[in-house]
């Protein structure tokens, strides 16, 4: 298991309360996979005790960065935030299973709501490097919140936009603009709301989807089950399934929602 003393590179607020940190953490680099989390120590003792999840946002393997993209919710994440160029952050992982690339003729289609761009964006890195194009549906409550835009367009990808309140493209939910013309393998990732419908949409129109979760975690590996979901056992019925090292990636048609 990897854990690393990474160094902090550059750290951004990209909006208020929306950060962008960059670290060197070269092995952790090189082994990552798009959907996978990196468990962070965000504060500089042990206080807080457990580390905070965090989507591995985007790599540079050559440079040996990883670059994490979180919202300021709580303790955790308003210390990580207080962290300054130069300062270490302790890190264990790559965590848990991610996205699987798309194979053969399949259209890899994006779907993200708001902060839900952040392990998507490292997806659409890897499919751009692979000379994939994707359509990636971008949802957010105002158009400000539109991340990455110009960044998704320059790795070669389309961008379809929604917004709550109509400021900038369709004027409603990231999921009914995608459902007017809904066709392609899906990747997902927003608010737990968000990835229901969504799973509605992938289901009713016999798509293939994944889709990345989010629960309160605690070790982050598999150990104290505090971060169950519930999934469809083979057979019938439901089972949980741990989504630190299940997931946070699930096929779309394994989760069950309540
Ligand atoms: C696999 C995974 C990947 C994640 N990736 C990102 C990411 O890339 N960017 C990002 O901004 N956030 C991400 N999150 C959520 C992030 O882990 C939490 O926002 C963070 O742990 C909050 O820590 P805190 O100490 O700041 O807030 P806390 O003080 O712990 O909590 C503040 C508030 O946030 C709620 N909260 C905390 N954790 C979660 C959670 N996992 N899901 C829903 N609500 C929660 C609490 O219930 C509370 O209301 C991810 C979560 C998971 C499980
Ligand atoms: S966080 Fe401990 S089992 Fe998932």
Known sequence: MLITDAEIIQQDEILPGYYRVTLSAFLAAIAAKPGQFLHVRCGSTLDPLLRRPLSIHAVNRERGEISLFYRIVGRGTALLAGKRKGEKVNLLGPLGSGFTMPVGVSAAVVVAGGIGIAPLYFLLQELSAL????????????????????????????????????????????????????????????????????????????????????????????????????????????????????????????????
């Open 131 to 258: 000379k994939t194009c994707a359509d990636v549906f971008l949802g957010a409550s105002t158009s400000k919140q539109l991340f990455f835009t110009q960044e998704i367009e320059a790795l070669g990808h389309r961008i379809f936009s929604a917004t709550d309140d109509g400021s900038v493209g369709y004027h409603g939910t990231v999921v009914d603009l995608f459902e007017q013309n809904p066709a392609g393998r899906v990747y997902g990732c927003g608010p737990a709301g968000m990835l229901k419908r969504l799973s509605q949409v992938i289901k009713q129109n016999e798509l293939c989807g994944e889709l990345s979760l989010e629960e309160r975690m605690g070790c982050g590996v598999g150990a104290c089950l505090s971060c169950v979901c519930k999934t469809v056992n083979e057979g019938n019925g439901a089972r949980y399934s741990r989504v630190c090292v299940d997931g946070p990636v699930f096929p779309a048609g394994e989760v069950v929602w309540e």
